[in-house]
């Protein structure tokens, strides 16, 4: 059974930083791309960042781009997203998900498998 599980989130001060995890089970991390996502009240859920199966390949949504950085450790069975210089609209529930497959895909409906969500908040 696929779980993933995420961990980090809380709320923080503009400016601030944060480190977002998401622990998989073993078949979870078989080498396939990871990705977060948010959803703020009230929105659609919005692409964050992904990474390839062996992180040497990433992408960010044009909103966090500079900021986020998304990373591996296959041997820890864990993603992580590194969330620096924190905005107010960067508040959300963030969560992680699984594809199936190797593409690098920034498309929620692309993802078989997902946490539970974390939740950020950013205070100004």
């Known amino acids: 059974q696929v779980q993933l599980v995420e961990s980090g989130g809380g709320l923080v001060q503009a400016g601030g930083s944060l480190r977002l995890s998401c622990a998989g089970s073993?078949?979870?991390?078989?080498?396939?791309?990871m990705a977060w996502f948010r959803q703020a009240p009230g929105k659609e859920r919005e692409f964050v960042a992904v990474?390839?199966?062996?992180?040497?390949?990433?992408g960010y949504g044009d909103s966090v781009k500079g900021r986020f950085t998304i990373s591996r450790d296959n041997s820890k069975k864990t993603v992580y997203l590194r969330m620096n210089s924190l905005k107010p609209e960067d508040t959300a529930v963030y969560y992680c998900?699984?594809?199936?497959?190797?593409?690098?895909?920034?498309?929620?409906?692309?993802?078989?498998?997902w946490g539970q969500g974390t939740q950020v908040t950013v205070s100004s």
């Open positions: 998900a699984k594809h199936r497959g190797v593409a690098i895909a920034k498309g929620p409906a692309e993802y078989a498998y």
């Open positions: 073993a078949r979870a991390f078989t080498p396939t791309t």
């Open positions: 990474i390839n199966w062996n992180g040497l390949s990433t």
